[in-house]
């Protein structure tokens, strides 16, 4: 938390709060792809109804949950290779149809976690040096460049309070202006052609509290 | 009458050659020919330019060809977590990484396999893994330049075959086969069962054996579980 931020006032989102936040917004009949990490979280939040199809890059549409420890079937992985089960309506494909569908641009959605999000839409998010000793980016420039939309779960600032929303990337791109929204744990954000707008804020925190933590200038959306 | 089953591992990576390019098929472990790869650590070909999603993740046998010094390159997306004999070579400078996004080695994989030499990709433009390549406007978006990726061996790990070399495969144990099968001079099936001809629903078989040479049946371990 930050200096300028008022604890006794402020809530922010907590993890399954942000993931829930950001499933909110998508609506039935959309094809996500989620990333690593915090993106995970979202499928948990999905009204019960409510018909998402979700992709894995390594040949899966119709993702399910992960199954109980005695209903394995290990041939079934998602994109960080945990086991996972198809629900009803799934398909299986072989990777060059998958980035197909990726490329393009037939996902409505991919959410992705971020080191840094940019005003003019880059993103950082798979390597944080120019020299990483064994580098690795899986798929994830695929996913940003080709999805109708990205979106960015993360974290409003490092966990030494350094802001992750920045006027410009100092990390290496996984690729130029193409986030649409970032929501973290203090905000949603728009990446608009204006630059960031505040669509809304956790309890608690104000435009001026929330711009003494980011690194580009903020506006409220409206 | 054609028939591409061998007998014998050892019969089905005869005759690959030092310095070949080897498409591996797998995401992680599950669909990565093991059976083979331990046979192509048998057989005994050095130089080899290895392609493959991942650096060895969930088996031995990948990061055991690393250490017998036998790979001069890796072609990968996302060669983490690393193996330790991996990453020993490529911090002496000893093993080369080529480092591709995951879809662009989908992609050249399948150009070389269809005839295509090149193609223009959006992924990775403006990022360090375009620098060097050509880039090119097209109704005003940018992209950049991916030479198709030919290959002189795959090593595919398949659920069903038949004689003539069509495949069928399980669950995303599919991945990058399909295409891989495609994409390569010489390429070498390992089954968990293999069937007579005729009983592949032709409907279901998702690679056609015209792009087989040698099918062997291997009575291969599940994936363990993750």
Known sequence: MTASVTEDVVKPWGRQEMAARLARDIPEGWYVNLGLGLPTLIPDHIPAGREVVFHSENGVLGMGPVPPKDQVDTWLVNATKQNITLVKGASLFHHADSFGMIRGGHLDLCVLGAY??????????????????????????????GSKRLWVLMEHTTKDGLPRIVSRCAYPL??????????????????????FEVLDMAPGVTLESLQACTDAKLRMAG | MIDKRVASIAEALAGVKDGSVVLLGGFGVVGQPQELLEGLIAQGARDLTIV?????????????????????????????????AFEELFKAGKIALELVPQGTIAERIRAAAVGVPAFYTPTAVGTRLAEGKEIREFDG??????????????????????????????????????????????????????????????????????????????????PPPA
């Open chain 1, 116 to 145: 840094e999000v940019a005003e003019n839409g880059d993103i950082a998010n798979w390597a944080t040096s120019q020299n990483d000793a064994v580098p690795a980016v899986g798929g994830a420039m695929d996913l940003s460049a």
């Open chain 1, 174 to 195: 996984t690729a130029a202006c193409v986030v649409k929204r970032v929501y973290t744990n203090l905000a949603v954000i728009d990446v608009t052609e204006r630059g």
């Open chain 2, 52 to 84: 493959s999603n991942n650096a060895g993740f969930g088996s031995p046998m990948l990061p055991k060809l690393f250490g017998l010094g036998r790979v001069a390159k890796l072609v990968c997306s996302f060669p983490r977590p690393t193996p330790p």
């Open chain 2, 141 to 222: 978006r940018t992209y950049v330049m991916e030479r198709a990726l030919h290959a002189d061996v795959a090593l595919i790990q398949a659920w069903r075959a038949d004689r003539w070399g069509n495949l069928t495969y399980r669950g995303t144990g599919r991945n990058f086969n399909p295409v891989m099968a495609m994409a390569a001079k010489l390429t070498i099936v390992q089954t968990r069962h293999m069937v007579e001809l005729g009983e592949l629903d032709p409907e279901s078989i998702v690679t056609p054996g015209i792009f087989v040479n040698r099918v062997v049946h291997v009575e291969s371990a599940d």
